[in-house]
């Protein structure tokens, strides 16, 4: 029997699933993870089938699902059953987790639409006998007349070209005589004409008719030989062929055409890549061994690939995949970075896809149309190996055999929205609900992550040493305190790098300059009063950008002009402190002038193209020096770079957060390790005031090991983790009176519990105390237990509806990577 209720996830801040019939012709049709489009409130909204229901709730009025979007359903059982465990893990509305998870609505449009309502219908009706009742103006009659006229609905817009201004809108709508609507239209899907060669089949008499004209031969030699079929404007193109010769030949029947989706557009550097073919060295064969061995057991599993920079993990992992797919299974390989989807999709793409099949690549910065075409060709089975960025782990693959996360410590897996989800642990879940291998990569891992490699949760697999011999390169301090005794100079390139960089120049390699922070100067200050500029939204210096010649917020995006005069004080003794990217590439353009730089950071590569011309700028040699952000330390395998400097290693030192030690010891070796790639020898300049530190020493030695020692010992002391887990837990409002009040309110639910399971700290005013206009208070929970948190946190979420504390107000972060 078929079901006429069903329960539907919304993409609503709620915490529920709403009912809604199923009308009888779709019955068929609508499955659990099947897309609709149903009615909500005065909108439209896309949600997703969860689960058929016999009943609707009591005493609710019952609405019927408007459409059903698709004819597969879109979501697998299993994504299912991935997206309510992250739901209640992360404490996040089910319907937002399916949004994480959906492909992009491409062939939807939304429109807003002013409706007739039926009291609307019968003042219309009343007002054609004459009467002007309502105390409407003439105008507005007259309106109400046409939109009659009109079938009783009108795009919003429109309505001025009838002669209605939008307080008259506002009147009507208030009188409950008009409704705005929001719908969603269907639009067509973006296609490309095919044509192919069919005039030589025994069928075709046209062909046989009459001998073929030299142009008409040219297309047949290009179809039927050279090319195979062809998208009708590469034809055009390639042919020099007109359009009605095509029409022509189609209805002679010498030609034949149909509709494709379109392709996805090519990566530039595809063209001609040749994948390197290197035997693997001993120590990758036996970690490769070591994966076999696990794919063998065919039951669920983690390993951590620890290598060094530049050991080879990538060969590891292409191969660790070519063996599930010859097993017949499927793979996932996340990357932190838009920019090493490129880099992995590319040698992927040549190991496995015939002419580019097979594999698919998800990131954010595709357009929403490359995203979807790329997320089907995965759910239709097309592409068997997916490589992609965070959200990439929701990839409708079946019969996962492996999931790849490489450079699993970076913090870019971890979602800072809601779902407020790690993509390395959900690598983990979800392997787990596919009795599949999780296999995490990196030269640095996690303080979590290796501590559970040593319990021997993880299986620890090592690569010790650089392909081919080579030796990691060579750290140097640059204690900046001495720098100064010297020069008495300020800026951020010490003699030292002033003289490794010319050196580079000189012996034309390359050079890598790292620096924390993007835009022109970090701070705007006042001389007289001491004041600097903060963002009007945020408790937070604005930083300058000189280029665009204004102000902006790094955390809500605000901008401001520069100002003239300091606003608080009026003085006109306005400094600017602090040099960011933007400052730095000025800099070595003057220093080294005719050396050929540039700089690479969110400020420059904004979209995918220009992120593959930068680095493939500098890949193949076209700059000297690449100046940027924490982009640069991330995985490349530049060949030519022998000198890495970091302008400032104390910026990520110096956070008020428990991982800062960790994250310096993590981008420090990883930009350490794009130095002495190739076959020349790399050096790395680190400055620094606090020499001493360990995060600094350990990263001088590329030492992971020593640093994890002593990090691991700080986190026992202090009850961090990995020895407990946190749940960051913030009260926000834009009225500083609510945020307190409620904070104070949540804290009488929280303080009973704080004892031996559970620490509770807090509330107390957050880092950012201010954030996009909202004051913030927080509480820090830690628990050896992570369950302890969970129901801690739910009961905390049941208590503030109990209190009427809005949803919105209350932000809970499981397993929180930044604490601001
Ligand atoms: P990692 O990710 O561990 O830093 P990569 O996977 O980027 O290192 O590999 C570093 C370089 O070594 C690449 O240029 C790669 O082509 C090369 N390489 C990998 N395996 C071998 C091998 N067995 N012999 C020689 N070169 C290799
Ligand atoms: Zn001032
Ligand atoms: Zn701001």
Redesign the pocket.
């Known amino acids: 029997m078929t079901c006429s209720f069903c329960n539907v996830a919304l993409p609503v801040p709620l915490r529920t699933a709403f009912t809604y019939a199923v009308p009888e012709s779709m019955r068929s049709v609508v499955q659990p993870g099947s897309r609709v489009l149903v009615p909500f409130r005065k909108q439209s909204l896309v949600g997703v089938v969860v689960e058929f229901v016999n009943a609707a709730p009591e005493g609710t009025k019952v609405r019927e699902i408007a459409r059903v979007l698709d004819f597969v359903p879109t979501l697998t059982p299993k994504l299912i059953e991935l997206a309510s465990w992250i739901a209640n893990y992360y404490l996040a509305p089910v319907g937002e987790v399916f949004r994480a998870m959906l492909p992009p609505l491409t062939e939807l449009k939304s429109q807003r639409q002013i409706l007739l309502t039926p009291s609307g219908r019968e003042a219309s009706e009343s007002l054609s006998g004459g009467e002007l009742s309502h105390g409407l103006t003439g105008a507005e009659a007259t309106f109400l007349t046409k939109l009659k006229e009109k079938k009783g609905a009108v795009l919003l817009g429109l309505q001025s070209k009838l002669g209605l201004d939008v307080s008259s809108l506002q009147k009507l709508q208030r009188l409950g005589l008009i409704e705005i609507h929001e719908s969603l239209q269907a639009i067509r899907r973006e296609t490309l004409r095919v044509i192919a060669w069919k005039g030589t089949g025994a069928g075709s008499e046209a062909a046989a008719a009459k001998p073929l004209a030299e142009k008409e031969e040219k297309i047949r030699t290009l179809l039927e030989t050279e090319r195979g079929p062809l998208p009708l404007p590469q034809l055009l193109r390639l042919a020099n062929a007109t359009r009605s010769l095509i029409d022509r030949m189609l209805r002679d029947a010498l030609l034949e055409s149909w509709e494709e989706p379109l392709d996805p557009a090519e990566d530039p550097f595809d063209t001609g890549y040749t ?2 073919a ?4 001993a120590e ?1 064969e036996a970690a490769l061994k070591g994966i076999r061995a696990r794919f063998e057991l065919g039951a669920f599993g983690v390993q951590l690939l620890h ?11 292409l191969r660790a995949i070519q063996e599930m797919l010859a097993r017949g299974k499927t793979a996932i390989i996340l990357v932190p970075e838009i920019a090493l989807t490129l880099w992995i999709g590319r040698q992927c793409r040549s190991w496995f896809g015939a002419r580019f099949e097979g594999v698919a690549v998800l990131h954010s910065a595709l357009s929403d149309v490359e995203r979807a075409r790329e997320w089907w060709r995965v759910r239709n089975g097309e592409a068997r190996v997916v490589v992609g960025t965070r959200s990439a782990i929701f990839a409708p693959l079946e019969n996962v055999g492996l999931i790849i996360v ?1 450079e699993e410590q970076e913090s870019s897996y971890k979602q800072e929205e809601t779902p407020r989800y790690h993509g390395r642990d959900i690598a983990i879940v979800r392997a787990k609900m596919e009795s599949a291998l999780t296999l995490l ?1 990196s ?1 640095t891992p996690s303080m979590e992550t290796y501590h559970h490699a040593r319990e021997g949760k993880y299986e620890l697999l090592t ?1 010790a040493s ?3 011999d ?1 030796a990691l390169a060579s750290v140097e301090i640059v204690d900046l305190r001495e720098e100064f005794q010297h020069t008495h100079l300020t800026s951020p390139i010490s003699s030292k790098l002033h003289a490794g960089i010319q050196e580079c120049l000189y012996s034309k390699t390359q050079a890598l300059v790292l620096i924390n922070r993007r835009g022109y100067s970090w701070s705007v200050l006042c001389r007289s009063c001491g004041a600097s500029v903060q963002c009007v939204n945020c408790s937070i210096s604005m930083t300058h950008h000189k280029q665009r010649n204004r102000l902006e917020c790094h955390y809500c995006g605000s901008i401001q002009p520069i100002p003239k005069l300091c606003p608080k004080c009026q003085s006109k003794y306005i400094y600017f402190f602090g040099e960011g990217s933007e400052h730095l590439e000025e800099r070595l353009r003057k220093e080294f002038p005719g050396a050929r730089i540039a700089r690479l950071d969110r400020d420059t590569a904004r979209t995918k193209r220009q992120y593959q011309e930068t680095l493939g700028a500098f890949a193949g040699g076209a700059l000297d020096i690449l100046v940027g952000t924490q982009m640069l330390a991330k ?1 490349h ?1 530049f ?1 030519r770079v022998t000198l890495v400097g970091v302008v400032s290693a104390d910026s990520s030192l110096s956070l008020p957060d428990f991982r800062a030690a960790e994250r310096t010891f993590q981008l420090l070796t990883q930009v350490a ?1 794009r130095a002495g ?2 076959e020349l020898p790399g050096r790395v300049l680190i400055q620094t005031f606090y020499p001493e530190h360990y995060a600094i020493q350990d990263a001088v030695k590329q030492d992971y090991l020593s640093f994890f020692e002593r990090e691991l010992h700080f986190r026992r002391m202090m009850a961090y983790p990995p020895f407990t887990s946190l749940a960051n837990v913030i009260v926000r409002d834009v009225r500083l009176e609510k945020a307190i009040l409620w904070s104070r309110q949540l804290s009488q639910y929280f303080s009973p519990y704080d004892g031996e399971r559970v620490r509770i700290l807090g509330p107390a005013a957050a880092p950012l105390a201010r954030l996009k206009r909202e004051h913030r208070f927080q509480f820090l929970l830690k628990s050896p237990k992570r369950s302890v948190l969970t129901k801690l946190l739910s009961g905390a979420i049941a208590y503030c509806d109990a209190k009427e504390i809005p949803q919105s107000a209350l932000l809970a972060d499981m397993d929180p990577l930044s604490l601001l």
Not at 278 to 281: A, G, I, K, S, Y
Not at 307 to 317: A, L
Request: charged share 25%; glycine share 22%; no cysteine.
């Open positions: 994948p390197p290197h035997e693997l060295n990758q290598g060094v920079t530049g050991s080879g993990k990538t060969e590891v992992y490489d990569g030269a690569l650089r392909v081919a080579r995985g395998d060949q390790g790639r190739g």
